[in-house]
């Protein structure tokens, strides 16, 4: 069965310095969508992309990020100046235009020290 | 912007036990989520609803949307369901991706 993948599975990161999180969404799926869960926390939506441009972001993505399709297969999340606050689990979804299910990668877990 | 709130937010059960988890949102929505979390941190989609029931094997969700409430029922329930059930709503009603979630009700079935 299809999946959504991610990597790297875990990343640990100076302050200050940029991160790249991949994600390679399902390959029909037409949605991307980013999430953050700081542990003990609930989830959070950041962004969601459709047609190679952002359709909605969240309070928590401001300037420092960024999220791009380079090629047809990856979603990427970049992460400009890490701050510590950014340690979190990660996750990418994708969703089937006309489909009601996101289907979620395993997640980055990102750790800045 | 919506708010979720989940109950109860812990639940310790014993195999075979009939299992109830609530969610209440503040915002008419046009459907809602119902998510899966494992204890390694993977989340899986059970069901998306805008109405009435959805089953799918021993799981079970319903919905009032004039009431604003969802209901995810376990029947017979297995250690293997031990995992944080999370329920997630449109920020803003209508939007499928802009999620709100919950803060999710851990499940733990004893054998």
């Known amino acids: 069965e299809p999946e959504v993948t991610q990597t790297p599975s875990h990343q640990v990161t100076q302050m200050g310095q940029e991160v790249i999180l991949r994600c390679v969404p399902i390959?029909?799926?037409?949605?991307f969508y980013w999430y953050r869960q700081i542990l003990g926390q609930k989830v959070e939506f950041l962004v969601s992309f459709y047609n190679n441009e952002i359709s909605e972001k969240s309070e928590i993505f401001d300037d420092q990020f960024s999220v791009e399709r380079p090629d047809g297969s990856n979603f990427t999340l970049k992460i400009r100046s890490t701050k510590l606050e950014d340690s979190a689990m990660y996750f990418c979804?994708?969703?089937?235009?006309?489909?009601?299910?996101?289907?979620f990668g395993p997640g980055t877990r990102l750790l800045v020290l | 912007k919506n708010e979720v709130e989940q109950s109860p937010q812990n639940l310790t059960a014993q195999e075979g036990e009939f299992i109830t988890i609530n969610c209440s949102y503040s915002?008419?929505?046009?459907?809602l989520h119902w998510l899966q979390q494992h204890p390694g941190g993977g989340i899986v989609s059970l069901f998306m609803?805008?109405?009435g029931k959805k089953k799918h094997g021993r799981l079970i969700a319903t919905i009032n949307i004039q009431e604003k409430h969802s209901s995810l029922h376990i029947t017979a329930s297995h250690p293997r369901d031990s995992a944080v059930y999370i329920c997630?709503?449109?920020?803003?009603?209508?939007?499928?991706?802009?999620?709100?979630f919950g803060k999710g009700t851990k499940l733990s079935v004893k054998p």
């Open positions: 997630a709503v449109p920020n803003y009603g209508g939007s499928q991706g802009n999620l709100i």
């Open positions: 915002v008419g929505i046009s459907a």
């Open positions: 390959s029909n799926h037409l949605y």
């Open positions: 609803l805008s109405s």
């Open positions: 979804a994708s969703r089937r235009l006309g489909g009601e299910t996101q289907y």
